[in-house]
């Protein structure tokens, strides 16, 4: 296996710096144009890919263009225009949901505070981090979705299982200047080379420093079982 380096937050360190020159470009892959779009479009995401998220909220977003459209929408028409999305009919219920709030509740306005994000329909704070930092450009925490939690374990960076947890243990260790880039460049890793189930060892930058590598390991420390 790959051999990290002693402490967890140089390893933090290295794999970020190897991460930004393999990953120039990394950003935010979703489409939008404003708050309430990204917020639509965040909450779509949550278990499907951003592409599918795409392609529905381009008629979407043309259809539904304020709180009101949403928190006045029949409920199964909604459930209509997004279909195609994962859990469909309860995401309508959240985005009718989210329309009634932001129009009765914040003067029509996306909230910019963690506290007012997460009381709406399907956020939590996975998708209230997006919002805080891509809307509002306040970088609260680390977003720790299905790559982070993957990647960050393999590589030894992360101990805990849950997003949450996670969270915190990589806000102690990653300084907050690289909180919000953290997650675009470990999403970036996750889809071209550190995929869930087939991860390409023999292409990865950090397989020298990674001690899930199944070049010569045999435990996947994400999973916690051996390779298959």
């Known amino acids: 296996m790959g051999t990290p380096l002693s402490d967890r937050e140089e390893q933090a360190s290295e794999v970020l710096d190897r991460l930004y020159e393999e990953y120039p470009d990394s950003t935010i892959s979703l489409n939008y144009s404003n708050r309430l779009e990204l917020l639509v479009a965040v909450v779509l995401s949550a278990?499907?890919?951003?592409?599918?998220?795409n392609d529905v909220t381009e008629e979407l977003f043309e259809t539904y263009q304020t709180p009101e459209d949403y928190a006045e929408a029949d409920e199964e028409q909604l459930a209509e225009d997004i279909y195609g999305i994962t859990f469909h009919n309860n995401k309508?219920?959240?985005?009718k949901s989210i329309g009634e709030a932001l129009r009765d509740e914040h003067g029509g306005e996306v909230p910019d505070t963690m506290a007012e994000l997460t009381e709406l329909s399907g956020v939590g704070r996975k998708t209230a981090n997006v919002v805080l930092q891509h809307g509002h450009d306040v970088v609260e925490g680390i977003v720790v979705d299905t790559h982070v939690q993957r990647i960050s374990r393999r590589l030894g960076i992360a101990e805990e299982e849950?997003?949450?947890k996670i969270e915190q243990e990589l806000m102690e260790l990653v300084p907050e200047s690289d909180w919000q880039q953290f997650t675009h460049l470990?999403?970036?890793?996750g889809r071209a080379v550190c995929t869930a189930r087939n991860p390409d060892c023999d292409d990865c930058v950090l397989e020298d420093i990674c001690p899930s590598s199944k070049l010569d390991g045999d435990i996947d420390l994400a999973s916690g079982e051996s390779w298959a």
């Open 186 to 189: 470990f999403i970036s890793h």
């Open 47 to 53: 278990q499907c890919t951003d592409e599918r998220v």
């Open 92 to 95: 309508a219920g959240y985005l």
């Open 162 to 164: 849950s997003p949450t």
